[in-house]
């Protein structure tokens, strides 16, 4: 009983943090006609690049990201304007040493992503090289044509359930369990990775369902399986409105941890078969990052820049001002290290050494009272000056990064609105 009373007040207390945390310290402002993200850049590092491309041939109800219904005027256009801001990139000394392309439905339009990728690479001279997709845009010949260019290709299955397919309006899109299961083990082994992404604790999805999902995803041999709690947010409100919430969430959790103990983690809801350098999200492993395209957030220096949302706005700033900033966020010391910290464990650990060194604080003293709490409630061990998180805590990190996420999305939805 004291353990649930503890495990209850930690998850209360967690989700509260980052929710106010969040909401004090991300003070969105519009940026003038000269401010540029670009001064906040460090010449002598590398950083990396997330490309977003904002095209789906069918919006899905429960996703949050930003996004258009996908035409091939409109993406030629919007690919041109994206190659420009890369060009951008290189005349401003910046270092890439590894870049995540997402969206959206990135191999949508494949000709154009494809010479997008060609100089990226040829700019920065970058293998490491991640790319989204649905399972419409797996074919073998367009998974072979993308080898030498991509390194991990990640396919959002969601699930491999045909009622809850249905649910989530994938079914007619994208086909049956079974039909994604042989486009899946047709391109398995073209590329260095093959990831798959699932979605767990959604309405009406039992423990079986997860279980089987997991089943079918080692089954196809993939090299990664990612799988994400469901997330809320204003831009999914009413999908989630209209359905009753799965409360199983920590239960779900520890069930992936358990079906995937034989993989290797790269975060708290990332498994590969083998230990890799590639990881699916891209905060756990680059605290500072640079997004391009429409809507791409980067964050520089402790500071969030966001991109312009409207597509003809974004394509007109990058012509006239070589920067498609619109707003801004500058976070507080004390905000910085919190995300640092949170991302770092994310991942994994923290060696408190390298951290204290990286960002010149003493991370002991300046967090005593929060590091003495989190242990006193089992949520994470020190260990020869590493902290890790324990059972309980990995689970904690989930529903903190998903909830910053959630965050996040209602920064998408004020600049949507």
């Not at 920067?323 to 801004?328: E, G, I, Y």
Request: proline residues 2%; charged residues 30%.
């Amino acid at each position: 009983m004291v353990n649930n009373l503890k495990e209850i007040f930690s998850i209360f207390t967690a989700k509260a943090v980052v929710r106010n945390t969040f909401a004090s310290c991300v003070n969105i402002t519009p940026t003038s006609n000269n401010e540029t993200k670009y001064l906040s850049i460090n010449t002598t590092k590398k950083y990396l690049l997330y490309i977003h491309v904002p095209f789906c041939d069918n919006l899905c109800p429960f996703c949050t990201f930003h996004k258009y219904k996908h035409n091939f005027e409109d993406s030629n256009r919007y690919f041109k304007t994206l190659r420009e801001e890369i060009k951008i990139l290189k005349r401003k000394d910046v270092k890439i040493d590894s870049v995540y392309i997402g969206g959206g439905t990135p191999l949508i339009n494949e000709k154009e992503l494809r010479i997008t990728i060609k100089l990226v690479k040829k700019l920065f001279n970058v293998d490491d090289i991640s790319c989204e997709t649905d399972p419409n845009h797996i074919d073998v010949d367009k998974v072979y044509r993308l080898k030498g260019l991509v390194k991990r290709l990640s396919i959002g299955v969601q699930s491999f359930n045909d009622e809850i397919l249905q649910q989530l309006s994938r079914y007619k899109r994208f086909g049956s369990s079974n039909e994604i299961k042989q486009k899946i083990s047709k391109i398995v082994g073209i590329l260095p990775i093959t990831n798959i992404d699932l979605i767990f604790n959604i309405p009406n999805q039992t423990e079986q369902i997860l279980r089987d999902d997991i089943k079918s995803a080692k089954q196809l041999g993939v090299e990664q399986i990612t799988t994400y709690p469901l997330m809320s947010s204003d831009l999914n409100a009413s999908f989630l409105k209209s359905k009753q919430i799965n409360r199983n969430e920590q239960k779900f959790y520890n069930i992936i941890k358990e079906q995937l103990e034989d993989y290797s983690k790269n975060n708290m809801w990332s498994f590969s078969k083998k230990v890799v350098d590639l990881s699916d999200e891209y905060v756990s492993t680059h605290e500072e990052y640079i997004g391009v395209g429409s809507g791409a957030f980067s964050y520089l220096d402790g500071k969030l820049f966001i991109n312009a949302f409207d597509l003809k706005e974004y394509e007109n700033r990058i012509i006239t001002k070589e920067d498609a900033l619109m707003a801004k966020s500058e976070f507080e010391n004390i905000n910085k290290i919190e995300y640092a910290v949170l991302s770092s464990l994310f991942g994994g650990k923290l060696d408190i050494e390298k951290f204290n060194k990286l960002y010149d604080v003493n991370l002991e003293k300046l967090l005593r009272k929060e590091l003495y709490l989190v242990k006193k409630l089992d949520v994470i061990r020190i260990e020869e000056g590493v902290i890790y998180p324990t059972k309980f805590g990995e689970y904690l990190l989930v529903i903190m990064m998903a909830s910053f996420y959630s965050g996040m999305d209602k920064v998408r939805a004020m600049f949507r609105k």
